[in-house]
């Protein structure tokens, strides 16, 4: 399933900060291309740094820079990020979407 993916960094001053965010029924997951994610309250705030906490609306009526399936966002290198994949997988389906929609893929 294609993800809409974001330029965080109108939000962050961290530098590099692309995310693919996936979006559930109340929640919503950023994750980054090393699937290293957090899991957001759809109505909540995302905190980039400690003085900066962005509502989580806010991100989404952003224009996104792609979409791009899920699968090949995240890159593939090693088993730690594929062990960063399996952990998102969870995370989705703990948001209620099925974790079969967001099939790996080799770029």
Do not use: Q, W
């Not at 979006?23 to 003085?51: M, P, Q, S, W, Y």
């Not at 995240?74 to 079969?100: A, C, M, Q, W």
């Amino acid at each position: 399933m294609k993800v809409k993916i974001y330029d965080l960094n109108k939000f962050s001053n961290l530098g590099r900060e692309i995310n693919a965010i996936i979006v559930g029924k109340d929640r919503v997951i950023l994750t980054d291309d090393e699937a290293c994610h957090t899991v957001h309250n759809l109505h909540g705030t995302v905190e980039f740094t400690c003085d900066v906490n962005v509502p989580v609306m806010d991100i989404l009526e952003e224009e996104p820079i792609r979409e791009e399936e899920l699968g090949t966002f995240v890159r593939t290198f090693g088993s730690r990020i594929e062990g960063n994949y399996n952990h998102l997988l969870e995370s989705i389906k703990d948001i209620g979407l099925d974790p079969k929609d967001f099939p790996r893929k080799v770029k």
